[in-house]
């Protein structure tokens, strides 16, 4: 399976991540991906960057070294009424707008009220991919989620560093299991993203294509398999 974009990466600004844009831009070109985005983490992140940083990408290129650059951001969601970090971002200027659940930002709690404060993430018109729900120490009911991405058009994410051996999530590979097979019985698109935080990671998508593989997940339902397939699920909510 060939994958054609990854569209969740970390630059220096997200405050402890490793490389610039132009580094990953440069990479993901001698990797053959036709599109990245980057996506540095909300203000609320600790060590995270400034609003402004994310006020200024309008400065940065449509493509580096033949590779398509989207501009982006993974918020943070921070109480459970799935409000986000992006008071001061203008979120409307964001091609990707990723909504995620990190312990740091929103402690975890039931199962009720994690599911419920994803959920109400996606009711931010500019959420098109919510991020890593795969860590068993932030439990979520799968098939509401499910319903809730159907709803709202958002892509749900299988996050390749979840899968490494090093990754600091928890049961990621049973909580994937879970989670596509509720994607498949309801035909809702994923997208597979490597959540890199250095240049060198970019397009490193092996684990997640082996963990989508083994379950027998259809190819057709992959968003990032096709830039046209990709810009079609992501910009769904925006026309």
Do not use: W
Request: aromatic share 6%.
């Amino acid at each position: 399976m060939k994958l054609i974009a990854d569209c969740h990466l970390h630059t220096t600004a997200s405050g402890h991540a490793y490389s610039t844009i132009t580094e990953y831009a440069k990479e993901a070109s001698e990797k053959g991906l036709e599109l990245i985005a980057m996506t540095d983490h909300g203000p609320r992140m600790p060590g995270a960057t400034h609003p402004y940083h994310f006020h200024n990408l309008k400065i940065i290129p449509k493509t580096l070294f033949d590779v398509e650059i989207l501009k982006g951001m993974e918020a943070n969601i921070i109480d459970y009424d799935g409000r986000l970090d992006i008071d001061e971002i203008m979120p409307e200027q964001l091609d990707v707008l990723i909504a995620s659940f990190h312990g740091n930002c929103l402690t975890a709690s039931s199962i009720a009220e994690n599911t419920r404060a994803v959920i109400k993430s996606m009711e931010c018109p500019y959420v098109n991919i919510i991020g890593h729900p795969d860590d068993s120490r932030i439990p979520m009911d799968y098939k509401e989620l499910v319903k809730a991405a159907e709803f709202h058009g958002v892509l749900l994410e299988v996050n390749n560093s979840s899968l490494r051996p090093t990754s600091f999530r928890q049961n990621a590979k049973e909580s994937y299991v879970k989670l596509l097979e509720e994607c498949e019985k309801h035909k809702i698109y994923i997208i597979i993203n490597s959540d890199s935080h250095i240049h060198c990671d970019v397009g490193e998508l092996n684990e997640a294509i082996e963990m989508v593989k083994s379950v027998g997940f259809p190819k057709e339902l992959i968003a990032n398999t096709s830039v046209e397939k990709l810009k079609q699920r992501l910009y769904l909510r925006r026309r």
